[in-house]
Structures are given as structure tokens and as C-alpha cells.
């Protein structure tokens, strides 16, 4: 029991190392490339959301699939951890603790302003087999929410400053935020936190927005009546209808928190714009299967001399931990 507990704290300490490495290598690339990118769009939501969540994903497996078996099979018995072991065994559960807290408080503020806005809701549009949740009380025009099994909530004055065909392809922009599970997306950013990451994290949303258009919209008339619902719902809205709950997708806020009138605008301006030029066809570029190949060569490579692997492990554990 004492053996395996020394695995585990080496294998935090492991993890802690690793994941403050190689998070702010992450935010130096991402500044670099943010600071020559001349596109106002912002690419594939995939890679960002990818390349946000990295340092935790390689963190999390090389503790646990990696170091903790590495030190399993070739660590002496006999103690010989140094405190700076503990202290960064310490900050590792730290980070843990601290994403654990943020995902709590983002679901149960969330939670409370949708019982805020449903308050008025009759009970007939909240079965669970509705396509649709109605709200008041001040809700945005359309909002994605739910984690497991997301629902998309309309406001009572976007049924009414919007047409019916606008009404149906902001509905589907949220069943593309759903379909993307963004929502589920943004509890994992909420998991992994790291100072320096807010840019990156405002790029993902910006690209899941545009991605969320595209895939509403499947002629040129679609296009423009969604650029019309964006238009109409931003001269219509107040100033606290374009904020969102940390855990949802709105159909014209991409951020939790409202810090500009202008960068919202220039969010709407960037989308209209785009969906004013729709020429048939657009998608932004898919890179999961590509991402899932690699991936998979990585593992199979791994898999194939998972003992070298191991052996490396365990030297460089040697190393990085006192």
C-alpha cells in the first residue's frame, strides 16, 4: 500500500511537471501565431479546442499510462523521495482541485439561470422529448444548454422579432453547437486551467460560432435569413441578454462574460459578413481524422515497444522529480 501511494505521488509530481512545462510552451505558440495570422477567421475549432486542451491530455496519460507504471515496475522499495516530490505532488492536486472547483461553480451558476429563465416556462415545454425549451426572465435570443443531453432554449422575443425560416436556421446554428458538443467542449476548458490561455480559449469560441453558421445553413437564402436573425437579435437585445452562462452556447454571444460592446460587434459584423458572401459549400476544414490517424500511428508505435517506453519513462521521471 505505502509502495503504491509513493507511485501515486510521483506520478502527480510526474504530471505536474509536465503539464506546467508544456502549457505555457502551448500559449508562446499560440501568441506566435496569433501575432502573424492575417485571416480574421480563425480556423478550425478542432485543432483549437486541440491545441487548448493538449497540455492536459499529454499530462494526464503520461502520468498515468506512463509514469505510475514505470515506477510499478522498476522503482527500489526503499523511500528516497525528496520533498519537492510532495510539493509538486501538492501543485498537481492543486490544479485538480482548482478545475474541479471552476466546472462546479460554471454548472451551478448555469443551472440557476436556466431555472431563471424557465421560471415562467409552462410545463409542457419541459418534457424531455422537446425539440425546444421556451424562456423568459431576460434569457438570450437562443441558447445551447445542457451538458449530457443539450437542449436548445428560445426566448419568448425572438419568437416574435424573428420570422419563421429565421427562427429555423438559428435553431439549427445551436443543433450545430450540440452536434460539435461544445458545450461539453467548454467543461473540459473549465477542467484544465492555466494562466495565459484566455486568447486561445476566445479564438475556439469565435471558430465553433463561424463553424456552428456554416452548418446551419445549406443555401444562399439560409444564409441570409441567418444573417438577418443575428442582425435583428443584436439591435433588439439589452446589453445583459448577449451574456451567457459559462457552460452554454448562445446564438450571438461566443463568451461567458461581456468585456466589450465592440468585441461583440465585430464578432456579428465578422459573421454577417461571411454569411452575406455564402457561396454554396463552405465548410470550415475537418481535421479530427487526420488528428485521429496520428494518433493512432503514435499508439500503435507506442503499444509496439511499450517497454522501451517505460524504461524512458522512468529515467526521465529521475530526472524532472527530485
Same mark, same amino acid.
Given at each position: 500500500?505505502?509502495?503504491?501511494?509513493?507511485?501515486?505521488?510521483?506520478?502527480?509530481?510526474?504530471?505536474?511537471?509536465?503539464?506546467?512545462?508544456?502549457?505555457?510552451?502551448?500559449?508562446?505558440?499560440?501568441?506566435?501565431?496569433?501575432?502573424?495570422?492575417?485571416?480574421?477567421?480563425?480556423?478550425?475549432?478542432?485543432?483549437?479546442?486541440?491545441?487548448? #486542451?493538449?497540455?492536459?491530455?499529454?499530462?494526464?496519460?503520461?502520468?498515468?499510462?506512463?509514469?505510475?507504471?514505470?515506477?510499478?515496475?522498476?522503482?527500489?522499495? %526503499?523511500?528516497?523521495?525528496?520533498?519537492?516530490?510532495?510539493?509538486?505532488?501538492?501543485? %498537481?492536486?492543486?490544479?485538480?482541485?482548482?478545475?474541479?472547483?471552476?466546472?462546479?461553480?460554471?454548472?451551478?451558476?448555469?443551472?440557476?439561470?436556466?431555472?431563471?429563465?424557465?421560471?415562467?416556462?409552462?410545463?409542457?415545454?419541459?418534457?424531455?422529448?422537446?425539440?425546444?425549451?421556451?424562456?423568459?426572465?431576460?434569457?438570450?435570443?437562443?441558447?445551447?444548454?445542457?451538458?449530457?443531453?443539450?437542449?436548445?432554449?428560445?426566448?419568448?422575443?425572438?419568437?416574435?422579432?424573428?420570422?419563421?425560416?429565421?427562427?429555423?436556421?438559428?435553431?439549427?446554428?445551436?443543433?450545430?453547437?450540440?452536434? $460539435?458538443?461544445?458545450?461539453?467542449?467548454?467543461?473540459?476548458?473549465?477542467?484544465?486551467?492555466?494562466?495565459?490561455?484566455?486568447?486561445?480559449?476566445?479564438?475556439?469560441?469565435?471558430?465553433?460560432?463561424?463553424?456552428?453558421?456554416?452548418?446551419?445553413?445549406?443555401?444562399?437564402?439560409?444564409?441570409?435569413?441567418?444573417?438577418?436573425?443575428?442582425?435583428?437579435?443584436?439591435?433588439?437585445?439589452?446589453?445583459?441578454?448577449?451574456?451567457?452562462?459559462?457552460?452554454?452556447?448562445?446564438?450571438?454571444?461566443? $463568451? $461567458?462574460?461581456?468585456?466589450? $460592446?465592440?468585441?461583440?460587434?465585430?464578432? #456579428?459584423?465578422?459573421?454577417?459578413?461571411?454569411?452575406?458572401?455564402?457561396?454554396?459549400?463552405?465548410?470550415?476544414?475537418?481535421?479530427?481524422?487526420?488528428?485521429?490517424?496520428?494518433?493512432?500511428?503514435?499508439?500503435?508505435? #507506442?503499444?509496439?515497444?511499450?517497454?522501451?517506453?517505460?524504461?524512458?519513462?522512468?529515467?526521465?521521471?529521475?530526472?524532472?522529480?527530485?
Amino acid at each position: 500500500m505505502m509502495f503504491a501511494a509513493r507511485g501515486v505521488i510521483v506520478s502527480l509530481a510526474f504530471f505536474a511537471v509536465v503539464y506546467c512545462t508544456l502549457s505555457p510552451v502551448v500559449a508562446l505558440a499560440w501568441w506566435a501565431v496569433s501575432r502573424v495570422r492575417r485571416e480574421r477567421t480563425a480556423g478550425s475549432p478542432e485543432f483549437l479546442f486541440g491545441m487548448r #486542451i493538449l497540455a492536459f491530455a499529454v499530462s494526464g496519460v503520461a502520468a498515468v499510462f506512463f509514469a505510475f507504471p514505470s515506477f510499478w515496475l522498476m522503482e527500489r522499495a %526503499a523511500l528516497d523521495e525528496d520533498a519537492a516530490t510532495f510539493v509538486l505532488a501538492g501543485c %498537481a492536486l492543486l490544479i485538480l482541485g482548482a478545475g474541479l472547483v471552476r466546472v462546479l461553480g460554471a454548472q451551478i451558476r448555469t443551472m440557476r439561470t436556466v431555472r431563471q429563465w424557465m421560471a415562467e416556462t409552462p410545463e409542457g415545454d419541459r418534457e424531455a422529448g422537446s425539440v425546444a425549451l421556451s424562456a423568459a426572465n431576460g434569457a438570450p435570443a437562443l441558447i445551447l444548454v445542457g451538458i449530457g443531453r443539450p437542449r436548445v432554449m428560445v426566448s419568448d422575443m425572438a419568437a416574435v422579432v424573428l420570422s419563421h425560416d429565421e427562427l429555423q436556421v438559428a435553431i439549427r446554428h445551436e443543433l450545430g453547437h450540440k452536434r $460539435s458538443r461544445d458545450n461539453l467542449k467548454k467543461v473540459l476548458i473549465s477542467a484544465t486551467p492555466f494562466p495565459g490561455m484566455s486568447s486561445l480559449e476566445s479564438a475556439w469560441r469565435e471558430a465553433a460560432e463561424l463553424a456552428a453558421d456554416d452548418a446551419a445553413v445549406a443555401s444562399r437564402q439560409e444564409a441570409l435569413d441567418l444573417a438577418a436573425a443575428l442582425l435583428k437579435l443584436s439591435r433588439s437585445l439589452s446589453p445583459a441578454q448577449w451574456a451567457e452562462p459559462a457552460l452554454a452556447s448562445g446564438l450571438i454571444s461566443g $463568451s $461567458s462574460s461581456i468585456r466589450s $460592446s465592440s468585441i461583440n460587434s465585430l464578432s #456579428i459584423s465578422l459573421r454577417v459578413e461571411r454569411l452575406l458572401a455564402w457561396q454554396g459549400g463552405r465548410r470550415i476544414a475537418r481535421v479530427w481524422p487526420w488528428a485521429l490517424s496520428a494518433l493512432g500511428i503514435v499508439i500503435a508505435g #507506442i503499444a509496439s515497444h511499450y517497454g522501451a517506453t517505460l524504461a524512458l519513462t522512468h529515467r526521465l521521471t529521475e530526472l524532472l522529480v527530485p
